[in-house]
């Protein structure tokens, strides 16, 4: 894997067609990352693809639903803390 | 008018009772309309997100404060204003769930909730940035009181 150290401002270049610039550092660690590319490509933050995922595994139970009630806390019950 | 659902055979409805998600679900996204649908003797705790355009399409739900009572989603600003409210506590917060075999696995999505404005029908779903929160809570996590994730 490559790692590079990049200021804001200064890009970085995959191939001819894709360049990634660091636009800001902002406090707390986010990063603003400008993306230039080809319009074919299809760029995700990843987890928007774990969210894609978890979706897809949502609509295909196993099991009954209304087995869950028998996990769910019980209600107008909610202080069963020692 | 009439719908047939996968968990409820016929059922009727009325256009007011649609909940519209502009983007429609992450890996769904050409579906846009959803009714929400609870599960009898749940409490209102129980749910699903049944599509109206496809009958076998529908996502269990739950009420994610009944799991968790200090559960704290908060949206993005752009996207306070796409729902039309200003703040995250005028939404009300579902999250889906992966209903497994044994049903002891199954596990919901704390950290992408969908967010309802009750008053205008307009809904979607979210990625959380923030509060700790994953894709894969297993449901005994919530059973012995709150849990500290």
Redesign the interface.
């Given at each position: 894997m490559l790692i590079l150290q990049r200021k804001p401002g200064e890009s970085v270049l995959i191939g001819d067609e894709i360049e990634v610039t660091v636009v800001s550092v902002e406090t707390g660690g986010r990063v603003r990352l400008a993306i230039s590319a080809p319009k074919s490509l299809t760029i995700l933050r990843n987890e928007l693809r774990g969210a894609m995922d978890a979706n897809k595994e949502a609509a295909r139970e196993e099991a009954s639903p209304l087995a869950l009630l028998e996990l769910l806390p019980r209600q107008g019950d909610p202080e069963t803390k020692k | 008018m009439e719908l047939t659902t996968k968990?409820f055979g016929q059922i009727a409805y009325e256009a007011g009772d649609v909940l519209y998600f502009k983007d429609g679900?992450?890996?769904?996204e050409e579906e846009t309309q959803f009714l929400l649908l609870p599960?009898a003797?749940?409490?209102g705790?129980?749910l699903?997100f049944q599509s109206v355009t496809t009958p076998g399409?529908?996502?269990?739900a739950?009420n994610p404060f009944?799991?968790k009572?200090n559960y704290a989603p908060r949206l993005r600003p752009a996207e306070l204003k796409a729902m039309g409210v200003t703040q995250s506590e005028e939404l009300s917060f579902y999250v889906?769930?992966?209903?497994?075999?044994?049903?002891?696995e199954?596990t919901v999505?704390l950290?992408?909730p969908v967010a309802v404005n009750e008053d205008t029908g307009t809904a979607m779903?979210t990625?959380l940035e923030d509060g700790g929160y994953e894709?894969?809570h297993r449901?005994?996590e919530?059973?012995?009181?709150?849990s500290s994730c």
């Open positions: - | 968990y679900l992450f890996g769904f599960f003797d749940s409490n705790t129980l699903c399409l529908a996502f269990v739950m009944s799991l009572q889906l769930c992966v209903v497994r075999q044994p049903v002891s199954s999505n950290k992408c779903q990625i894709m894969r449901l005994s919530f059973q012995e009181g709150q």
